[in-house]
């Protein structure tokens, strides 16, 4: 499991490991793994590599220098571009000039050119410390630094972005790397400030002692989805496995029902039952699936629904999944359809998997404003509805309504999967993981997982359609089991 604190998580786990340690040896620690992240993405040696470190005045900063000194012991040529030369981190920029690295100013005529002809670039303008958009100074050399063609690192965080939220406002710093410490940071992880921080790699500093066994935000693994997934036994049978109903699909959407009977077969449960009326079009692909064209209160016994996927504008379908004692999935126009105090007053779990422009309809904003803050969206449709709601999009996001159970973003994706019909499988798999007994947050989390990794398969660098995803499902799926034992 990957896991992200908050900033003011970070601060109170630092003090604490801070008073058990010598003075500066966090700092040191960070600055040692910072500079040996550096050596290892030079595009040449460390020696006569040109190195150019944009200096805050705060302990980011710090950081720059200690590890701009270690380099330059090793034989670079380093330059520190200092934003507030009178409050630059004293003992830091004593150790860079003893190593025989120089210093300029952010406005000097002479800084333009150093970053054009620099190697590499370390922002340390600010990390956890930073907040609002960058001041003029600091946005005037993160806009310098995207002209440059130098690999840049950022330290701890790509100045620019908020650490807690993932939010970006006005400039900031595009880096190649981000090397990170103790912890990763929610906006690492969630776009737009994802984007920004290229390759994370996190340094250990010894804060994990310190650090409450709750993050704010958490990624899956292989081995935890591996864990999750679930696994027929000897005792197994259809109905013991879960059977997914699948309320979707219509005369004018018959493939939405298709696809999500085409993830619902891959996702563990025993058996699919689909209503709707895309019956024919259901079983010509998919002759195995129960069919009736009732709705589904007189359909027979599932163990969970998946409601809506092109279903169109008739309610009754929706309202009868949701009076049901089963968990139910509500995706695309079942979204729009549901009553959300129904949705509120249900004893059993329900799901809700909205992209962007869905989830601004239910919140009553606008798209770009869950574009920039998925964060804060995903939390508050969770709340409204008191479900769990899956965001789709670039960084897939699961949230529960308890605000102490950390929100699970989704490795995995990638943009070849924002293809029609690539919603509508997901729904059909999170469902059928729904239907096998999987509570809702690592049913959709373990559905996105799987997802993401079959639209890799399928796509292997080329556009693909959500049938070739559904198809790739069950080559996700073991590529994930593989390395666990007594898998069946
Ligand atoms: N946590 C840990 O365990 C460890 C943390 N460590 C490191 O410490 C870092 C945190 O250091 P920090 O607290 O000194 O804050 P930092 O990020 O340097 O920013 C403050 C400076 O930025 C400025 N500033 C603020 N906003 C701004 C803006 N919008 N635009 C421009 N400037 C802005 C602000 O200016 P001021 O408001 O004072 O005028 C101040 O000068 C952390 O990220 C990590 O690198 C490691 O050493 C080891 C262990
Ligand atoms: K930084």
Known sequence: MRSAHRVETVRTAERTLMARLPEGALMQRAAAGLAAACADVLPRRVYGSRVVLLTGSGDNGGDTLYAGARLARRGAGVT???????????????????????????????????????????????GIGGRGGLRPDAAHLADLLADSPATVVAVDLPSGVEPDTGEVRGAAVRADLTVTFGTHKPGLLVDPAREYAGSVRLIDIGLAETLPPTPALESLQHADVAALLPRPTGESDKYRRGVVGVAAGSTRYPGAAVLAVAGALRGGAGAVRYVGAATEAVLARYPETLVSNTGPKKAGRVQAWVAGP?????????????????????????????????????????????????????????????????????????????????????????????????????????????????????????????????????????????????????????PTGAHDVAEAIPAAWRDITRTVPYHP
Do not use: C, F, Q
Request: net charge negative; charged share 20%.
């Open 80 to 126: 520190a571009v200092l934003l507030a030369p009178d409050r630059t981190h004293p003992d830091a920029l004593r150790a860079l000039l003893r190593a025989g690295g120089t210093t300029t100013t952010a406005h000097s005529a002479t800084t333009p050119t150093a970053l054009a002809r620099a190697d590499l670039v370390l922002d340390g303008i600010v």
């Open 310 to 462: 092109g279903a169109g504008d008739d309610p009754t379908p929706v309202a009868e999944a949701l009076a049901s004692d089963v968990p139910v999935l509500l995706d695309a126009d079942g979204l729009r359809l549901a009553d959300r105090d129904t949705v509120r007053t249900r004893e059993a779990p329900t799901l809700m998997t909205p992209h962007a422009g869905e989830a601004a309809a239910l919140l009553g904003v606008s798209r770009e404003e869950v574009e920039a803050a998925r964060l804060t969206a995903v939390r508050d449709l969770a709340r409204a509805y008191d479900a769990t709601v899956l965001l789709k999009g670039s960084t897939t996001l699961i949230a529960t309504p308890d605000p102490d159970t950390p929100v699970r973003v989704n490795p995995t994706g990638t943009p070849w999967l924002a293809t029609a019909g690539s919603g509508d499988v997901l729904s059909g798999l999170a469902g059928s993981l729904l239907a096998a007994g999987l509570p809702p947050l690592d049913a959709a989390s373990t559905a996105a997982y799987l997802h993401g990794l079959a639209g890799r398969y399928a796509a292997d660098g080329a």
